[in-house]
Structures are given as structure tokens and as C-alpha cells.
């Protein structure tokens, strides 16, 4: 499935990477990746599909369109798992810290 760069901005959000992230992880300059994201998708293919390869790493699944719906961007069942797993630790911790020593 081709990558659909006005979802770029979206992806990279979801796999929580700043744009210097992805800029080191893809080497591809930062200057290029706004200007994806601004919608100024005048890059070479293979640019695009380091950048795909980068996102799907970390768990960034792309959705092709379809007849009722256009391309999308979601995470995988994985690394949905293990936001949930960071959040209940980051609960059971705020929970020890708060609980008053005996």
C-alpha cells in the first residue's frame, strides 16, 4: 500500500516521536519533514518509504482507502497494549507515591 504523506503529521504522533525524532531515525532532514507535513509531498518515493518503514517500527499500521472511507493511520494491537500496561504503571506509581508511609 503506498503512504499517503498528508497522514505523515498523524503517524508520527501516534508512534509519540518528535520531528527531530524521526528526522534522526530516517535520516531524512527536518526541513523535508515539515514540509511533508505542511502538505508539500515533493520528495523521492524511497524518502516516503523510509519514512513508512520508520513509523511501522514503531507500530504505526497504515490503512489504504476504501469505497466509504479514505486513508488512515492506526496503531497496532502490540503497541496499544503497551500504552495501556505504561499507564496503569504510571497509575499504580502516582498511587505509592500518594499512600502515606506507617
Known sequence: MPFDPNLLQAARLL?????DELAERSQVSRRSLLNLEAG???CLLS???ILKQVLEEEGVIFLG????H???VRVSR????DWTRKR???RRS?????EPET
Open 15 to 19: 508512534a509519540k516521536l518528535s520531528l
Open 40 to 42: 508539500n509531498p515533493d
Open 47 to 49: 524518502t516516503l518509504e
Open 65 to 68: 482507502e476504501t469505497e466509504s
Open 70 to 72: 479514505g486513508p488512515g
Open 78 to 81: 502490540e503497541t496499544g497494549l
Open 88 to 90: 496503569a504503571d504510571q
Open 94 to 98: 502516582r498511587m505509592n507515591q500518594a
